[in-house]
């Protein structure tokens, strides 16, 4: 495992114990990238150096830690200028990656599907192409490693008329994604969908698996999942389907390159019927974490949909924690997908805001409109249907605008 040094800086905005639960997160990071901290230093500064966003010295006190640890790999809990990076690999004689270049070498770990695959190299070519200087030629003598995984893998052309070819042609391949998402959407306007939607590591995808039995791939790492997944909430109750989404959990400073090239599969959140928002109460710090996500969501333009937030990891949180957060969120429900707490209510209140969307009702449908309503049809759940001399007795049930297109065919001319 690569050994590295975490850098953040304490501004007068920005406390210095704060500083330090920003860099445990970078830590947490740093390991699901496939590097181990070995030291990790805060410098408190009234303002960014802009030749080393550190200073000098402090730089040059980091390159003889790095010597006498043998540490390979300095990261930044910031984004870095591409002249910072050249002028800190000079001084410091170390790989240097800033908090975006090791987020997006995590994405690029874990794209399993060739849309996230897509998605990903347009985020690493978007943060590459600026950086295409000499500084960088040593990375095209380099076999991977993190910060170059993905393009990096393969020899890394420096050339930026080659780059922008490729982002050209990936942007080219990401729309006819979104098409064929678009095309998807509209087959499933008979259908009730609910987002997970959370900071990453709060547990959507060990939710989704209790909650519709399937077995998503979970485990206690960031950014498990990248891909949009669909499963069905299993229920007798409704007849309606009822699908649950999990989605990619959000991060603080969450690159933006990466939300544009994800915004088709991000746009998933924007379709659904209902938002549901998993905190995690045993986090200290989850209070900033849904902050975060709120703003993530806004952004999309999402903020305004139906929602529901519930309170995970219920049964490991500290005392006075779900007291608290449920204080913060009157409608909350407190949860467990480990000991299943609470996880029927979630179901049924899953159901009862289904119920809302989609009503049943009784139309008769003259007999010359039949190929008006055959096109309606299938946007619907037809409950019954009876041929009379003159007409067609339905009994449907689905979203209000359909069911008003098909009642305005019910009337007479």
């Avoid at 639960?21 to 990071?29: A, P, R």
């Avoid at 496939?34 to 805060?42: H, L």
């Avoid at 994604?177 to 987002?195: A, G, H, K, W, Y």
């Avoid at 209140?349 to 055959?374: M, N, Q, V």
Wanted: charged share 30%; with cysteine.
């Amino acid at each position: 495992m690569i050994r590295c040094l975490l850098v953040g800086v304490s501004l007068p905005f920005l406390p210095y114990q704060k500083v330090e639960d920003y860099l445990s997160e970078l830590s947490f990071l740093a390991e699901t990238s496939g590097a181990k901290e070995v030291e990790r230093i805060i410098q408190k500064r009234d303002k960014i150096d802009a030749a080393y966003f550190i200073g000098e010295g402090k730089a040059k006190e980091i390159a003889e830690k790095c010597s006498k640890e043998k540490i390979s790999l300095v990261i930044f809990d910031d984004e870095l200028s591409p002249s910072q990076v050249k002028n800190l690999e000079k001084v410091i004689g170390v790989k240097i990656l800033d908090r975006t270049g090791l987020i997006l070498d995590i994405f690029a770990k874990r794209a399993r599907t060739r849309e996230a695959q897509a998605q990903v190299s347009l985020a690493q070519y978007n943060y590459l192409l600026p950086r295409l200087t000499r500084a960088w030629g040593h990375l095209s003598r380099q076999a991977g490693g993190i910060g170059t995984r993905g393009v990096g893998e393969t020899q890394l052309e420096t050339d930026r008329r080659v780059i922008r070819k490729r982002i050209q042609r990936l942007n080219e391949e990401i729309e006819k994604i979104t098409l064929r998402r678009d095309v998807q959407s509209r087959r499933r306007e008979n259908t009730f969908i609910c987002s997970l939607v959370g900071y990453t590591n709060v547990g959507k995808s060990t939710l989704m698996n209790v909650l519709t039995g399937s077995k998503l791939f979970a485990e206690n790492r960031l950014f498990a999942t990248l891909d949009t997944t669909f499963r069905k909430l299993k229920t007798r109750a409704f007849s309606q389907e009822i699908l649950i989404v999990d989605t990619i959990g959000f991060i603080r400073k969450l690159p933006h390159s990466l939300v544009a090239s994800f915004k088709s599969t991000l746009s998933e959140i924007s379709n659904s019927d209902l938002l549901i928002y998993i905190i995690d109460v045993s986090h200290p710090d989850y209070e900033e974490q849904f902050s975060v996500v709120k703003e993530s969501i806004a952004e999309l333009g999402c903020f305004e949909l139906p929602s529901l937030v519930l309170l995970n990891k219920c049964d490991i949180a500290p005392e006075g924690f779900v007291e608290r957060a449920s204080r913060m969120f009157p409608e909350s429900i407190p949860v467990s997908a480990k000991t299943l707490d609470n996880i029927d209510i979630v179901k049924k209140t899953i159901i009862k805001e289904a119920e809302k969307s989609f009503k049943g009702k009784l139309f008769k449908i003259p007999l010359e409109k039949i190929e008006d309503y055959l096109k309606l049809k299938d946007k619907v759940t037809i409950l019954s249907e009876k041929y009379f001399n003159d007409y067609l007795k339905v009994e449907a049930r689905g979203r209000t605008e359909i069911l008003s297109l098909i009642e305005e065919l019910s009337k007479k001319t």
